[in-house]
């Protein structure tokens, strides 16, 4: 059974540096993209990027780039979220999924994780 | 890159059938057979109801069904029922090998 089991709730504040995890099992980690959609408070999914663990090639939205740092850690089967530096607008839920699909990155998400709730809150 | 564009809202009686309309451009609906819808009832984490416009993961009714002509993709629920009610997101992949979500549909049975 595919699972991804991640970090528990964060409250964080304003400059301060932040890393949620995601670990998978079920599947061949290290074939299979896996990557973050954030939902802020009362709003939609945004896909923020994901990394293939086989070769630890990590893709951004550009909403996203410079913002976050994905990483992947193949003998735990673990996906990092990492922010430097929190800001308040970070406040989110931020769900691991796995990719799939034969275009390049993956084109669905078909497994979930049961979100990670962010606050950031002086 | 910009969302794609859905209704706010759709609402239909027990039985009936509602489509959920998602727009998008030459970047991502248009070039690509791509399109997913997911499911999100309030607390819980999306699930993947619809993949490549027209497929259905195991497990998934089949009063879910996709499909796309040009630049708009439509979910379409029939025999619609209570346990329905949610948000609905469509999403694409895009030209930039990225994916890019709709801004979501809240269906209401009345």
């Known amino acids: 059974e595919v699972q991804l089991v991640q970090s528990a709730a964060e409250l964080k504040k304003p400059g301060e540096s932040l890393t949620i995890s995601c670990q998978a099992s079920?599947?061949?980690?290290?074939?299979?993209?896996t990557g973050w959609v954030r939902q802020m408070p009362g709003k939609g999914l945004e896909w923020m990027g994901s990394i293939y663990p086989g070769d630890f090639d990590a893709r951004y939205s550009p909403s996203f780039q410079g913002h976050v740092t994905i990483a992947a850690d193949k003998s735990t089967s673990t996906v990092y979220l990492q922010w430097r530096s929190l800001k308040a607008s970070d406040t989110a839920m931020y769900y691991c999924v796995r990719q799939v699909g034969i275009a390049m990155g993956g084109t669905h998400f078909d497994y979930w994780g049961h979100g990670t709730l962010v606050t950031v809150s002086s | 890159q910009s969302a794609l564009t859905q209704p706010a809202s759709v609402s239909g009686s027990p039985g009936q059938s509602i489509t959920i309309s998602c727009t998008g451009t030459?970047?991502?609906?248009?070039?690509?057979?791509?399109v997913s819808w997911y499911q999100q009832h309030p607390g819980k984490a999306p699930k993947l109801m619809i993949f490549?416009?027209?497929n259905r993961p195991s497990g998934v009714s089949n009063r879910f069904s996709g499909s796309k002509s040009g630049n708009t993709a439509s979910l379409t629920i029939s025999g619609l029922q209570a346990e329905d009610e949610a948000h609905y997101y469509c999403s694409s992949y895009t030209s930039r090998s990225s994916v890019v979500f709709g801004k979501g549909t809240k269906v209401t049975v009345l």
């Open positions: 079920g599947y061949s980690f290290s074939s299979h993209f």
């Open positions: 030459s970047s991502d609906v248009i070039p690509y057979n791509y």
């Open positions: 490549d416009v027209t």
